[in-house]
């Protein structure tokens, strides 16, 4: 195949967005939408992409500072075709471009690559991406002879014989470098909105008795373009649905898959299954076998196989195989579970390692911890790691027994096998298979409710709960 660069517009302003952040900065299934078109781009084959950026310039930059791309600015929004003007020394070593739009961001790598083969095969000097539509209202329309594009009228320029074609323009291109450029060079701004349209060149090149055709979208799903919060939201769902589908195909279940949320790096293993409600966010990487249960939020995490993850939220964690978390555990950043760890109901953990089988099942804190092997953590156990300046490191070794309501005072270390009686409050490390019990002695004192109740209630008996 031909090589070619790849020139994404992104100058316009989105002002329809209503929104602090550049338009193509928003992000759909998790990355902004414009880094879907360098993707689709460079999975086509670009050996370079340019994006043109206007007054947002900066902010777009600092996002792809160790990314392969290169930008060049319009100063002004001029115009579609003003904008591609602007690539032109950028573009200039390589024979064939290919043109996108920043805030397009379902066009997909197989289109694009099947746009530029087309190209080729007919040897032609301009390929248009175009799709019929059912309602064409606002895209511009593709004035056709036969297998020649002779022009493109925009919606605003149009007549109404020209308003009823329903086939439009993708707006995504394949051009002859020097062809394009001459072209551009020629195109006016009279019309309805005084711009420079990328459009116009089409008429110009045929002029020029250049080959100009159509590559036709047999779905115009590609089409669909990102101006508000609307057509954003319209977009995610379209590219929620490609993930999903793609997930379900590699043997995933989703039992109610309109109710996930599933980032476009999100990998799953097969024979897992998703309940309703489940956000899977970033690099996040889950097993085969596992069950994601009800409305769980996971980000950036490493899942191993067999897992049983319900109601909870994780972020940034490893988990190893054979795992039960939850329901309503919050795993923090920097935990690390290994196989067969049990963490239950209204646990916290923050920055801890936990050794295989151990098991936190209710009501814990557990942060700055490096926990061993076969450790059972009673209820409501609290690792206290913050004096109110600094965090503190707690060490419990491999078949500790902790019991309920305790609360190790960091820096301390319970060594292996050691035992802690319910209730301790523990601030020094416990030796080897060692008690540590850390509460007042507990004292009864003989017919104390009488004698209270005589000194309140002059002799009545009972246990003085009438309240
Ligand atoms: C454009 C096409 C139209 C097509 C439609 C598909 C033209 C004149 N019209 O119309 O035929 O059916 O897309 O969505 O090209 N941009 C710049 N600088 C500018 C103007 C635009 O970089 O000065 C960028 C925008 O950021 C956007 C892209 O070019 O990514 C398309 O611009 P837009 O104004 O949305 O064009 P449409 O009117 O939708
Ligand atoms: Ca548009």
């Known amino acids: 195949m031909k090589e070619f660069t790849a020139v994404i517009l992104a100058a316009g302003e989105g002002v329809r967005m209503k929104s602090?952040?550049?338009?193509?900065?928003?992000?759909?299934?998790?990355?902004?939408?414009?880094?879907?078109?360098?993707?689709?781009?460079?999975?086509?084959?670009?050996?370079?992409?340019?994006?043109?950026?206007?007054?947002d310039a900066d902010k777009i930059k600092e996002v792809y500072i160790n990314e392969d791309v290169e930008f060049v600015i319009q100063e002004k929004q001029m115009g579609t075709g003003h904008a591609l003007m602007?690539?032109?020394?950028?573009?200039?070593?390589?024979?064939?471009?290919?043109?996108?739009?920043?805030?397009?961001?379902?066009?997909?790598?197989?289109?694009?690559?099947?746009?530029?083969?087309?190209?080729?095969?007919?040897?032609?000097?301009?390929?248009?991406?175009?799709?019929?539509?059912?309602?064409p209202t606002g895209y511009g329309r593709i004035i056709r002879e036969g297998k020649k594009v002779l022009d493109i009228r925009e919606h605003k320029d149009a007549t109404p014989e020209e308003l009823k074609i329903n086939e439009v323009n993708a707006a995504f291109y394949c051009f002859n470098t020097v062809d394009i450029f001459a072209s551009l060079a020629k195109i006016q701004n009279d019309n309805s909105q005084k711009e420079y349209y990328l459009t116009d060149a089409i008429k110009i090149l045929n002029q020029e008795d250049k080959k100009v055709v159509a590559f036709e979208l047999s779905d115009p799903e590609e089409l669909n373009g990102i101006n508000d919060r609307k057509q954003l939201a319209k977009v995610q769902s379209i590219m929620q649905k490609r993930i999903i589908d793609k997930l379900m195909e590699d043997g995933v279940t989703f039992i109610n898959p309109d109710t996930c949320m599933v980032d476009c790096d999100v990998k799953i293993g097969k024979d897992t299954t998703i309940y309703p409600g489940a956000m899977l966010e970033g690099s996040t990487t889950i097993g085969e076998n596992c069950s994601i249960i009800g409305p769980c939020r996971i980000i950036d995490t490493t899942i191993g196989n067999d897992c049983e993850i319900a109601m909870t939220q994780i972020n940034k964690c490893v988990i190893e195989d054979g795992v039960k978390i939850g329901p309503y555990t919050n795993l923090r950043p920097d935990c690390r579970l290994s196989q067969k760890v049990k963490v239950g109901d209204f646990v916290e953990l923050k920055n801890a390692k936990v050794g295989e089988g151990t098991k936190i099942p209710h009501l814990s804190y557990v942060g700055d911890a490096v926990l061993g092997k076969h450790i059972n953590i009673g209820c409501g156990t609290v690792f206290v790691n913050y004096d109110g300046y600094k965090k503190h490191q707690t060490v419990v070794e491999d078949n500790v027994f902790i019991g309920c309501n305790s609360n190790l005072i960091a820096p301390v270390t319970l060594k292996a096998g050691s035992f802690i009686a319910a209730g301790s409050t523990i601030t020094d490390d416990v030796p080897e298979n060692a008690l540590g019990i850390a509460r007042a002695r507990q004292v009864n004192k003989t017919g104390w409710v009488i004698k209270r109740k005589q000194k309140f209630e002059g002799g009545i008996s009972g246990n003085g709960n009438q309240a």
């Open 20 to 55: 602090n952040i550049p338009k193509v900065m928003h992000k759909v299934c998790g990355k902004p939408m414009l880094t879907h078109v360098i993707n689709a781009a460079k999975g086509a084959g670009a050996n370079k992409v340019i994006i043109v950026v206007g007054k």
């Open 86 to 135: 602007q690539a032109e020394n950028a573009v200039k070593n390589s024979s064939h471009i290919v043109v996108l739009c920043g805030d397009m961001p379902l066009v997909t790598a197989e289109s694009i690559k099947g746009m530029v083969d087309f190209h080729e095969k007919e040897m032609a000097d301009a390929t248009v991406m175009t799709a019929k539509v059912s309602d």
